[in-house]
Structures are given as structure tokens and as C-alpha cells.
């Protein structure tokens, strides 16, 4: 009998972005997540770090910033600025596979929201009701002011699905 294994938790998501400075500025000043790496820059050299971005990248990737930020339930946000990046020909590409989103919990959705979309991010869609006039769950897509998309939930992903959010 095959045992099914325990869950694990999230460790961390790695997101490209075209200026590091601006982008440790917006997940700490708006999302208020904590820096705990300020913004460093790594080389392609045989030092440690420079040999495993090499493992990662190939070589030929000669040089990127990188800063360490983590949410309030210690997920890791690793944000890389990276020589040469350029946004994709489209930021919601869902037919492509691979990650397209990540999501963010508050239960002050709408407030968080409003301070998105005042330091240049923007709203994809309006505030949608999982079950209106039965629970409060709330969600809504942004946009960060670099284009990277991700959704806000006003409950957690458990208490959320847990019920049949789609009857």
C-alpha cells in the first residue's frame, strides 16, 4: 500500500522584475512584507553563489541583483532583477503552463486594493462574493507596477474551497 505523503509547506516564490529597488519599495511599503536581504548583486564568478546561479541559469548570465523579502506566515518572496530582462508579450498567459499567479491573503481586501492600485498597480477585475449573503469571501486579480499578476483573498485557501465554493 502506497502511504500518501504529509503536506509540506511553501517555502518560497522567486519573481523576475525590472527594477529591485522599486519592487523592494512596493512588497514592503504596500504589502508590508519584511525585507530580511536587502537589495545585493551577484556575478557570474567562481564563487559559491555565482557557481550555483550558473547550475541554475548556464553560463552566460553575467550578473543580477537579488533581495529576500517574507509574508507574516514566513513565505519567502525572492525578488531577482536580472541583466537584460524584459517583461513577456503577455502577463496572463493561463494556456501556457507553469505558475501564472501567486495570492496574497487580507481580510481588509478592498483597502489593500485601493493601495495596489495608488502605487501603480492596477485592478483586473471587480471584487467578486464566493458566497454572497452567506459568507464574506472575497477575491479580486491585481497587477504589481511591473505587470507580475496575482490575486488577493479576503480568507484563507482552506476556509475558502472547503465548501464547494463553485455550487
Known amino acids: ?7 509540506r509547506t511553501f517555502s518560497h516564490i522567486g519573481l523576475s522584475v525590472p527594477d529591485l529597488d522599486k519592487a523592494v519599495e512596493f512588497y514592503s511599503k504596500v ?32 550578473r543580477l541583483r537579488i533581495a529576500h523579502l517574507a509574508t507574516a506566515d514566513r513565505v519567502g518572496i525572492e525578488l531577482f532583477e536580472m541583466d537584460g530582462n524584459h517583461p513577456p508579450q503577455e502577463n496572463l498567459n493561463f494556456r501556457q503552463h507553469g505558475t501564472f499567479h501567486f495570492a496574497i491573503q487580507d481580510p481588509n481586501l478592498e ?17 467578486r462574493e464566493y458566497f454572497p449573503d452567506e ?33
Not at 525585507?35 to 541554475?56: H, L, N, W
Not at 489593500?112 to 471584487?127: C, H, N, S
Open 111 to 127: 483597502d489593500l486594493l485601493a493601495r495596489i492600485v495608488a502605487a501603480g498597480g492596477k485592478q483586473r477585475m471587480p471584487v
Open 31 to 62: 504589502l508590508g512584507f519584511y525585507v530580511i536581504m536587502e537589495p545585493t548583486e551577484i556575478t557570474e564568478d567562481d564563487s559559491d553563489i555565482g557557481q550555483m546561479c550558473t547550475d541554475v541559469f548556464g553560463k552566460g548570465w553575467t
Open 1 to 7: 500500500m502506497t502511504k500518501t505523503p504529509t503536506p
Open 135 to 167: 459568507k464574506p469571501y472575497r477575491m479580486v486579480y491585481v497587477e504589481d507596477p511591473f505587470g507580475i499578476v496575482f490575486e488577493l483573498y479576503s480568507h484563507s485557501y482552506e476556509l475558502t474551497y472547503s465548501a464547494g465554493a463553485y455550487n
